[in-house]
């Protein structure tokens, strides 16, 4: 059976390939040439993922990759080059997936032109995998079961290009029935196929590869898709409606619509070539997905670095040529492809490696920006892209709306000038609390940038994380509520345009509003707030330069959270001052300036601070205003043109003086903004609308009611304590590769009890072959606590918000790990809205495994911690012949969940809820 198309399709793919195309087959056989007179190479061992592997030492810069070069990895900043067995793990990864698509190149180049040595090759590939594959351990994985890999999506990436050349091989042979076709189907494509399915990541990107590997799979196997992977609950139809939005952005930004879109491609093809009929408008929805990631292009033409993305790439990759020529295949008469692929290939950018050579399957390296023709496009292209384009032209940069995604884009200046409210789709795992964010960047110059995020594995990943990092405000020194915003109005005229969006709920009981209006030559940002409450507003502006208006600066600590990511703990060089009026921010960023005038209505000062810039790019200082009260509001103007002269504040808006004499008086309305503009050559008043009706807010999904459970009191003697006791076992089990029974199933008991001022809990675990791991200082494999890969026990605690005098709940979390040669035990502490209590502990060894005891004084909890807590105990589990722990036991029962990327952490909703009998 064929997997992405019909074997007669190939006579047309095999007259492109001679004609129009020819100078593409040439190139990837070009590529090709190196490894068809080389012995194959199959490593031995299956990749690893740790702290170090894959990146510079010096500086952190990702290394080259270079397939003919395992032992030796070059930084391409500094030029050192590296040769432990960290980088080879590493490098490992991408060889498996550049050796798997090299077979595709071979089997493709085979089928269009009968080269019989690229046949021989692509089978030398499917025979070696076939022969290899069952001897890889599925073991220490870092995110789902895989062999060859750490991670389930890339082993997908992996088989998917392995039976795609499988069947290019077949289709070219005329047969389906070799014996090399048999071995591969019953030693490689069965078996990881049948792990792929064991691992389900529900909406999440990865999961779209998974169910494409599944897909073809399925047709190699038995003839027919799998259904779970087309119409199951993570399937490719609830990936095409849920995750991909109505307006053709992947729900997790513009990185991961790219990689997604990608792995949905695979799957719509399957689909036709299996002649299932998908749903039209989820149809029409995956095409106009081809248009977005060129609708938010920045004026550099790189994509914005929203959410988890990496920073500052450039569209001007083979990859996104290949995009934009699969997309004009289905919208031919889409002017933005046409105009992206007119830009991509004006000769305007200089020739240059474009790193096709050392492509990594779906799995993408990005490059710097580079010259391009249909000569450097991949093989997807020589099998599917029209073997000739209709007429380019370039399309100029527009404003625009991205309405599901929640992203206004409002362009001056040719496209030059670029403003943008990110404000809607929260982006679940790989979004960031950063609702109302402003992005500001004019040419080359990123006055108010969204860097995205580094690597991660470093700690810095958890300050890209944090709204602190961002344009966007925060309240009460945390981080935003992960919430959904939502469109008040946007209208562009051309010349005057608008956004405003609305939260509520970035923090318990506030709403937040802002709007930003672009004129031919500013830019004005407002941000209102309002609160239940007296609460504390921080609005960062991630620019550097001089603030004029203000007291002299004076050392302080600006006391915001300690949580893991609500961006304080990374602050260096914090100072304020207060300001004795208006203030006027003079931005440099490099050789150029600009000039940001501030109105603040609200009781305030401003800070200024030191913390990471963009990755790669070294420490970097900038501002931030705090305000405190029940409302508030804060105004700036951003000029980079040198054009305006100064501002007057007003008691409903803002009068902006240009420096050419003219004025103009904007004053916002509740759905409308009006700009009153007095010039030489006469006088004019613009009103703009647009308003939107609006949609509720997602409300954060809550966990039903559930009646406490009751902590008993007891005022006994030892040896009569009063307890409740629950029992954790296989229901209770989250698992990594290894089943609860495979694991030896373990079981613990936590008993719970208030013992005069102390809340106490013992948990008693039952499992043979007991490793605590050594203190060590960092963890060497991720930014995970080095003591989540031990055997211990996790205790948390949420005092919720109603039991204290603040909204802002409380979160404490202590890690425990017993060390040998006594009864202490290793305490790590971390809190959320305070400081963590002192946990006093102790364990013993016992006939069946061991057991730790906790105590807490409850005055440190809070005054009313007895009438409502929520708590959470997890027992980790390891063993001495792996790296990363093999599973945990987790109170109130996980059955059916994976341990992957857990760390130390237990969401919210995972705690039970408790109550302090009365004495």
Known sequence: MTVLLHAADLDARRQAARGPLHGLADSLAQDLEPLAGRELFIPSEKARMTRRGGRCERDGTMLEFDPWSPRAHRCPKCGAVFDDD???????????????????????????????????????????????????????????????FFSTYLESIWLLQLIVALDLVEMADGSASSALGATVRDRLIEPSAALIAGYDEGLSNRQVWNNAALLAASRVLNGRPDETALRGPSGLVRHLTEGLLADGTWYEGENYHLFAHRGLWYGVAIAGVADVTLDSALVARFDEAFATPFVTALPDFTFPSRRDSQYRVSLRQWRFAELAELGVVRRPDDERLTGALSTLYDGTVPRGDTGRSRSTAEAERNTPAVGLDRADLGWRSLLFAGPTLPPLSPSRPRSALLAEQGYAILRRDAGSLYAALDYGHSGAGHGHPDRLNFVLVNGNDRWLDDVGTGSYVDPSLHWYRSTLAHTAPLVDGRSQERVHGALVAYEDRGDVGWVRAVVEGVAPGVVVERTVVAMPDYVLDELNWRADRHVQVDLPFHADGELVGVAPWASADPNGSSGLEDGFRFLADTETATP??????????????????????????????????????????????????????????WDVHGAVESIIRQEHGVTVLLRDGARHHHRGGDRSWRVSIAATDGTATMSLGGARERVAATAKRTAAAREPLIIPRTHDAPGSVNRLSLRLSESCYRRSEVAWSAAGAPRATVSLWADGHDLCVLVDVEKLDVYFVPRIDSNPLDNEHPDTNSDGVQLHVIIPAATRSSTASRELNWLLVPELGGSHVRVSARAVGGVAPALRAHWEPTARGYSVRMAVDLSALGADVTKSLK?????????????????????????????????????????????????
């Open 86 to 148: 960290a980088h080879y793990r590493w490098w490992i990864m991408w060889y498996q997936l550049w050796l798997a698509e090299r077979a595709v190149h071979a089997a493709t180049l085979s089928a269009l032109r009968g080269n019989v040595r690229y046949g021989d090759l692509a089978r030398s590939v499917l025979a070696a995998y076939a022969d290899r594959y069952l001897d890889y351990p599925n073991k220490d994985n870092v995110l789902g079961p895989t062999r060859v």
């Open 580 to 637: 004795s009026g208006d203030v006027r921010l003079q931005a440099r960023l490099g050789r150029a300036t600009a000039d940001a005038w501030v109105i603040v209505d609200a009781v305030s000062a401003w800070w200024r601070a030191t913390a990471f810039g963009p990755p790669g790019s070294g420490p970097r200082r900038f501002y931030f205003v705090r305000m405190t009260g029940e409302s508030g509001r804060v105004v700036s103007v």
């Open 871 to 919: 708590l959470g105990v997890v027992v980790n589990e390891m063993t001495p012949d792996r790296e990363r722990r093999r599973g945990q036991l987790v109170l109130g029962g996980r059955s059916g969940e994976f341990v992957y990327l857990r760390g130390d952490r237990l969401a919210a909703d995972d705690l039970l809820d408790f109550r302090i009998a009365d004495d």
